[in-house]
């Protein structure tokens, strides 16, 4: 079956390799930056919500290019006929636009004009959770028709607990993880834990590593230990992590972490990463990769330093943030 499965724009390769891993996927394709994947799966649905790179994902029905919103409209309606097998006299349907970029139209103009299609065919449109919903997806120039299966969204993780103000989406954490790919024997740290979503999602994916989760505040520390509770393998210190080399040995072999972005006090930001730098190298035993995600990529190098090794743009919630790779040493 051809499904259509979204993620956070920027990491759809990811997509791509845990469908190849899980199902051995035999065609996928995704368009960089639009959060879309297009796949080939020979499994049933109830089968892709184990997932963990996806956000939902549906039936796909077709795709292509527009500029306007008759040429979205007439690219969408040209594929409703596939949806039709779908639908009975007694379904309510509806339609969904999610739109991202700069258009002389609106998501709403796009569910209007796509629901007149399927209300003048005698379908009974509903507004508020309807039986079967239709997506016109609009990214930039691309569009994508699907047809929802998942509803609910995969990034909300049974084991999240505790629900940290600033929490990274566990979708994004999952991509870090796969990028420093864990070992077993190795020691991986979490310097700023918040309410341990790295932790957990690495933990899960390399179950044979060792996991140490530190954070300065001890009603996160409590919430990432709650989160973590069913992962053995995670330790957990309540500690200002930028000096906590003062309290233990060099026991990091990498490190996985979301640093604060400092908007709020962007004087102090380069202050922070600094002294991160400087307990990174002190934890390091010899040298140690580290994956971090900040909008603040060049602040982030210039005061840690070290070899970079990959750079990668994602956007989340309204922003464009860095995906950074480097190695360091002692």
């Known amino acids: 079956m051809d499904y259509l499965l979204t993620t956070v724009p920027g990491l759809e390769d990811f997509v791509i390799e845990e469908l190849a891993e899980r199902f051995g996927a035999q065609r996928a394709r995704g368009l960089y930056m639009t959060g879309r994947v297009v796949a080939q799966v020979e499994a049933a649905p109830p089968e892709l919500f184990r997932l963990r790179t996806v956000e939902r994902f549906g039936v796909f029905l077709g795709d292509g290019r527009a500029d306007t919103l008759g040429e979205v409209v007439e690219l969408a309606v040209g594929q409703l006929p596939k949806a039709l097998r779908y639908l009975t006299g007694n379904t309510t349907v509806g339609v969904r636009c999610e739109r991202v970029g700069e258009h002389g139209f609106t998501s709403r103009d796009v569910e209007r004009e796509v629901g007149r299609w399927l209300k003048d065919r005698g379908f009974t449109i509903s507004l508020v959770d309807p039986d079967v919903e239709i997506n016109v997806d609009v990214v930039e120039h691309y569009v994508s028709v699907w047809v929802t299966v998942a509803k609910r969204s995969l990034k909300d993780r049974p084991w999240r607990v505790y629900q940290h103000y600033a929490s990274l989406n566990p979708i994004i954490a999952n991509a870090m993880a796969r990028l420093a790919k ?31 989760c530190i954070d300065i505040s001890l009603r996160h520390v409590k919430g990432a230990v709650a989160n973590t509770a069913h992962l053995p393998q995670v330790d957990h210190i ?93």
């Not at 864990?182 to 590593?209: K, R, S």
């Not at 026991?251 to 202050?271: A, E, H, T, V």
């Open 238 to 330: 309540w500690f200002d992590s930028t000096k906590v080399y003062r309290a233990a040995r060099p026991i990091c072999d990498k490190y996985i972490f979301n640093p604060p972005y400092g908007f709020r006090i962007p004087g102090k930001i380069g202050k922070l990463y600094r002294l991160l730098g400087r307990a990174m190298r002190r934890l390091a035993r010899g040298c140690a990769t580290y994956v971090v995600i900040t909008p603040r990529y060049r602040t982030f190098l210039s005061q840690v330093g070290g070899e970079l090794l990959l750079k990668r743009v994602i956007y989340q919630g309204g922003l464009y943030s860095h995906i950074i790779m480097g190695r360091i040493c002692r």
């Open 182 to 212: 864990p070992q077993p024997g190795e020691t991986i740290c979490d310097l700023t834990c918040g309410g341990g979503t790295v932790v957990a999602e690495a933990a899960e994916l390399y179950p044979h590593a060792r996991y140490l």
